[in-house]
């Protein structure tokens, strides 16, 4: 049973369409992530969820109710938000209780409901101060608490975590996770440019590029198998390894590019395989070196240029014929810059995209 | 998933629409109707009693051909460009200088802005008095030895409107400076960092980079001061009535003169219609610019 | 830039031990006569004569004997200091058969005031807030219309009003002219009302739409708490206004409400063959009196204020 | 326009009853300097001995400031019970809407008729056969004040005309003095003018081109001697930086100035500084040429209300500021001369007794007030005031200008 479906949704300011005819259907207790670079429309497209801003056409429903004209306080949903936007001149209680107080539940239910919000959220100290004597993790906790106390189906996320340093950013990320286990049966759409956020926490992702959903998957399919050049090139971080070439298929499929021929025997092509220009994609931890490159069935020696330590692992910058080629190996590496190092990868983990449309092979 | 009429939009919003009732009301009866109005009589021969007798453009004409009328603009526009470069100017020199980390900040900046408190009628009779030449400076001066020192832009038909802008100047700065001081507080301190460790000169900065950033508070000063400038009156009744002779009129006198003291309400109409032509010439374009392109949410 | 406070840290640079580097070291040397501060506090001062002058030459003024004024030059201090100008301004100076002086008209000025300021800043707070927050089909063209509305010079629109005050039964009372007060404050408070508010982070009235407040809970409950600087600026710019205005009070109501500004006015204005100069300026200050006390009292806030309300747009 | 009607709609009959209640009834002028303070203080003396009460509304400022306020007042329904008008065109436009009392019955149970020193101050208030407005006093412009100490100091005799003065003004500069004090308003510049008209040109040269409006003779030959003379006036003027007219007759007071061409207002003002007629100063009516004077005035218009009581008591007002006694009170303060010719005077100074001696020979003619409209006459004051700070101005072009505005005048 879907707890959010999206149909048809178009949003346009004056002529310029900000979402394109836009469907999304999300499961109750899923945790969904909005994720794209600033200005892709996702967090245009959670205001919309939310009723804060009105659609052009299309329509929402919210736990089966069509929400599309309904006030946002209507929509059974709680929102967060990057600046937090803690109401300042209330206290930590104050701010939790403004939502109920105006939707007039009763004085002792609004107390037990900030009572355990706050306990789940380990705040209970701080209920008397203003948000400005508090931190930015406390504050953002708090924010939660005022989406939490409102015992809603669906919980808003918009870029929760953006304005937090990054250890904080981690920490609150496990508890977000574990908040979102602990109320099983929650809905949670979460808008975040940040892909590591989007991996870690998702059920499943939703990419988005000018107004529409590029890919929505699982995490793990998001990140093997990018149904187009646009996700795998924006999932992944040191980004994915791009090299042009062609696709010959005479008897058997083969790819072939500056630094030669790659067999794509092993490769489990998304469609019938057409010869033509196509990109090859090789995410630079399925390179291997020395010696398990050799037993790849697609090897090359390449001379390395940079090498970036990073503590658990090292990232080693070369070239590949004409391209550009990154690799990771382990942080113990001795490899240093001028050395001529053997490496391979198999095209099975790899992915082959049209030149033209850009999609998946 | 049933299918839902969409709420009329009259009511969307419906709040909001009832709270702004007294902006609407304003606008369109007042703002609006008023101008309509006054164009509609601009037309009539009304004397002393608004009434609807058609003279077709008797009225603009004897206007335009009326040497107090073009007295009036001419003044208004040396008082206008002057009194706009010089607010601007002394005002962000001020709060510039005000923005050096200064000591005294407090109390420099309340006697700058103190004269605001006054009303343009209390201003008018004080620079009156010290710009007359039987007992202010002129007199001062000449006491001090200077037999030949003549100082009376108020009783000099070609400097008058100087005389006023003096004191227009002095009542108005002060405003303006606290606007500036206060856009120059909304500067991110690293733009300063940056500039300096570039090496930039501070009035290169200035000049170049902190005016351009100040962009919102400029259009507020402006609106501020051309709708002051305009509306000038108070100033000139009580600083010199006009005098020497037509000297120093304005069109809002002119407008205010004519429908009162000459009781010919068709003329003192169109002397109005005329500012309110040229203020919506100015306007409009700028509504458009700021309003017609973008839409923000 | 320098910071003056430092500057006391003395001209002692030069205090390397012997053996080591010479060269700079430590806190870089100040002078407190620096060219710097002589040419940026020498112009401040002088610029700070010019703006006290005319204050000055008032209160000295009013503090002279008729026959002093006549004779001495209107910057010398007074020989004799004398309050009786001050004393017949406020309280003995006739206008037409009443000579009561400028007290006659305090308290109405007061009446005026308190209530035009009040529903001026209610309506033009609630105008910028739902043009910043609400917005509505041909809310922005309302704007421009009041912007339009702010250069209106406001003889050009006294006839118009009467005929409107007359028609709605308020012309010649109280409320008449605090309606005409609200008209004309709200061009610009708007615009400053609507610019601070538009400066607000929008994700705190989306908070609250989300929490069910609505378009007059988050108005009392969020914007207006979090507002104090923009309403003092409004404050005071409307006390100034209100209180300074003679037109408006005179043409809309009726002597018996009648402004103090009506009196100064009366005083100024009448002369009994020589012009009492020294009574003209302590009726000036007086009247000026409350606009001036409320500037020195909240001249901190208001830049504040306005940096809060104009610097974003 | 409904404008004029909702307030017609209103207005009630009028009650000729004199009521026995006392009402306060608010009077609007614009009186307040101490002379004029003093002369209305008597009106209000005289009503409130009526059992009615006076309610003062004095507002300073003639015409720019307190005109607007009378008007609006009016016009918005809610009028003051009585107020001030300079009694010739400017109310005409009330009257005609019907926005004014109409106060014959209290003129003929007055007799005000037969009494009245000049008939026509009365037809000024008549419109339509009915009488609108209760004309309080007599002023005249053709006033030119001298003070004996300035030419005394000069070494030259008093003036006994306009052309003495003239001839005289060198001698006065030498010594550091202004010849003619001329206040920078621009009535008092266009008062000059009309004083200059009628004092050198005679009552036919001002009637032809103030009634006749007959821009021929305004641009001729005869006119163009009043402009040289006008010329002469403003040659004697300069120096004289003052704005109000009793600055002006202050430095005549104090001998600063030769001269003033001022109304017979300006006699309190010297009244005030303790001055004799014939010693300290002297007064030439007519510029000592042609021996006429204009009726210049006040009067009092009551706005209809529908309220019965304070409709008689504006009645009784009326009756009060016509009244032989109160007249007298209130014209020894004022300077002006008294509208009744059967009341006595012998309280009077020497320059009020010339005065009454050429209004006795009939000497009067109608006041500019009376003969053009308030449009034409402010055209013509900014002419004037221009001519006046604007040396560059050549006689020849104000006179064209001014005959321009004759021929348009209405």
Sequence with gaps: MASVSIRNLDLSFGSVNVLKNLDLDIEKGEFLVLLGSSGCGKSTLLNCIAGL?????????????????????????GMVFQSYALYPQMS????????????????????????????VLHIEPLLQRKPSQLSGGQRQRVAIGRA???????FLFDEPLSNLDAKLRAELRVELKRLHRQLENTTMIYVTHDQIEALTLADRIAIMKEGSIQQLADPHTIYNKPTNLFVAGFIGSPSINLIDGSIENDKAPVFNCSSGTINLKSYEFAAPVNAGKAVLGVRPEHVATGAAARALSFNTEVVIDVVEPMGSDTLIWTTLGADEFRFRVGGQTNLAPGETVLIGFDPAAASLFDHETELRL | MSAQARPSQLFKNLNAKIASIPMILTALVVFVGGTFWTILYSFTDSKLLPRLRFVGLDQYERLWSAPRWLTSIENLLIYGILSLIFSLVIGFLLAALLDQKIRFEDTFRTIFLYPFALSFIVT????????????????????????????????????????????????????????????????DEDIWKAARVDGIPMWKTYLFIVIPMMRPVFITTLVIIASGIVKLYDLVVAQTGGGPGIASEVPAKYVYDFMFRAQNLGQGFAGSTMMLLSVAIVIIPWAYLEFGGKKRV | MSDPTLSSAGAAATVGSPGLVSGPAGPRPRRRFSRRNIFLYGTLFVIAVYYLLPLYVMVVTSLKGMPEVRLGNIFSPPVEITFEPWVKAWSEACTGLNCDGLSRGFWNSVRITVPSVILSIAIASINGYALANWRFKGSETFFVILIFGAFIPYQVML??????????GLYGTLWGLVIVHSIFGMPILTLLFRNYFTSLPEELFKAARVDGAGFWGIYFRIMVPMSLPIFVVAMILQITGIWNDFLFGVVYTKPDIYPMTVQLNNIVNSVQGVKEYNVNMAATILTGLVPLVVYFVSGKLFVRGIAAGAVKG | MKFTKTLLAGSAAIALSTSAFATDLEVTHWWTSGGEAAAVGEFAKAFDATGNKWVDGAIAGSGGTARPIMISR???????????????????ELVEAGLMKDLTAVAEAGKWKDVINEIGLLDSCTIDGKIYCAPVNIHSWQWLWLSNKAFADAGVAVPANWNELVAAAPKLREKGMVPLAVGGQPWQTTGVFNVLMSGLGGKDLYLKVYDAKDAEVAGGADVAKIFSALNDAREMSRGSNVQDWNQATNMVITGKAGGQIMGDWAQGEFQIAEQVAGTDYSCLPGLGVNELLSTNGDAFYFPKVDNAEISAAQDKLAEVLFAPTTQVAFNLKKGSLPIRKDVDLAAANDCMKKGLAILAKGGLVKSTDQLISPDTATQIDDLMTQFFSDESITPEDAQKRFAGIIKSAD
């Design chain 2, 124 to 187: 008018g009779l004080v620079w009156q008095w010290i710009l007359n030449p039987d007992f202010g400076v002129q007199k001062v001066v000449r006491s001090l030895g200077f037999d030949s020192f003549v100082f009376d832009p108020l009783y000099n038909s070609d400097i008058v409107i100087y005389g006023i802008l003096i004191a227009g100047l002095w009542q108005g700065t002060g405003l303006i400076m606290c606007l500036m001081l206060a856009g120059l507080r909304g500067i």
């Design chain 4, 74 to 92: 009016i016009t918005g329904g809610d009028p003051m019970g009585a107020t001030q008008f300079n009694h010739g065109r400017q109310a005409e």
């Design chain 1, 53 to 77: 801003l009105d659609v052009s056409a299309g329509q929402i429903f919210i736990s089966d109710k069509n929400v599309t004209w309904e006030e946002p306080k209507d929509r059974g949903i």
């Design chain 1, 148 to 154: 939490l106390v409102r015992d809603v189906d669906v």
């Design chain 1, 92 to 119: 930590v209680e104050g701010n939790l209780a403004f939502g109920l107080k105006n939707a007039k539940v009763p004085k002792d239910e609004i107390a037990t409901r900030i009572k355990r919000a706050a306990e």
């Design chain 3, 159 to 168: 006839y118009p009003i009467v005929i409107l005050l007359r028609e709605i």
